[in-house]
């Protein structure tokens, strides 16, 4: 079992959804919690980092932890074509340093 | 501000050979770390480096290897290229070890293709 769970998707919605992306962890030492998007031929881009529980908001997006629970989800709001992308969620390992991503979910937003 | 900047951007290779990749990291930042990205694994952590010494190594053979110069530059080789190399690999740079609040920018990659 990995680490880090996420949907691979792909995710399809219509321009102007609410999109909720989810990632799953079993490892209690994940102590910051980040999300990347990725377009195509494209490295990665950090849009959210949180540290603690709870929600963090960002424009049209939300970044939400729950520790108890081991999971965490990046929503989007009033979606938009320029959404689409490939979604990674990634954790720093406090007692490793060590940065773990997930599988990443594709989403396409369509006019 | 520039960014981080990989070269190539794209290599072909054949198996039995090896390769060497290059990154510039953002100015100032001091460490480097490396990924390789498959459709299959995602991203899986390779090293990182901080002021020229490896601080971090993820589980990867011997045949992959990495440097970094006193300019944080750095450069990673694989030797005896198999198949299964063939991955986008990607550098990514940070003021501090680890990330801290800026998480870690990324260069937009090397992809490298084994025949």
């Known amino acids: 079992q990995k680490e880090v769970e996420q949907d691979p998707g792909p995710l399809s919605v219509p321009e102007g959804a609410i999109v909720s992306l989810n990632c799953t962890y079993s490892?209690?030492?994940?102590?910051?919690f980040m999300w990347y998007r990725q377009y195509s031929r494209k490295g990665p881009e950090l849009l959210m980092y949180?540290?603690?529980?709870g929600n963090k908001e960002d424009g049209r997006f939300t970044a939400q932890v729950d520790k108890s629970s081991k999971y965490i989800s990046l929503f989007i709001r009033d979606s938009q074509p320029s959404d689409s992308a490939t979604y990674l969620c990634?954790?720093?390992?406090?007692?490793?340093?060590?940065?773990?991503f997930g599988t990443g979910t594709r989403l396409q937003v369509f006019p | 501000k520039a960014g981080v900047t990989q070269t190539p951007r794209y290599l072909i290779k054949t198996r039995g050979q090896q390769v060497t990749l290059s990154c510039s990291p953002i100015?100032?930042?001091?460490?480097v770390s490396w990924y390789q990205q498959t459709p299959g694994q995602g991203l899986q952590f390779l090293f990182e480096?901080?002021?020229?010494?490896?601080?971090n190594k993820g589980n990867f053979p011997g045949r992959f290897s990495g440097r970094q110069f006193s300019n944080s530059r750095s450069e990673m080789n694989v030797s005896t290229l198999e198949l299964g190399d063939s991955a986008l690999y990607l550098c990514?740079?940070?003021?501090?070890?680890?990330?801290?609040?800026?998480?870690?920018?990324f260069g937009s990659g090397t992809r490298l293709t084994v025949v």
């Open positions: 490892n209690s030492a994940f102590q910051y």
């Open positions: 990634a954790m720093l390992d406090y007692n490793t340093d060590k940065l773990i």
């Open positions: 990514a740079s940070s003021s501090s070890a680890p990330a801290g609040n800026y998480g870690y920018t």
């Open positions: 949180t540290y603690s529980s």
């Open positions: 480096y901080f002021s020229e010494t490896q601080r």
């Open positions: 100015s100032g930042h001091r460490s």
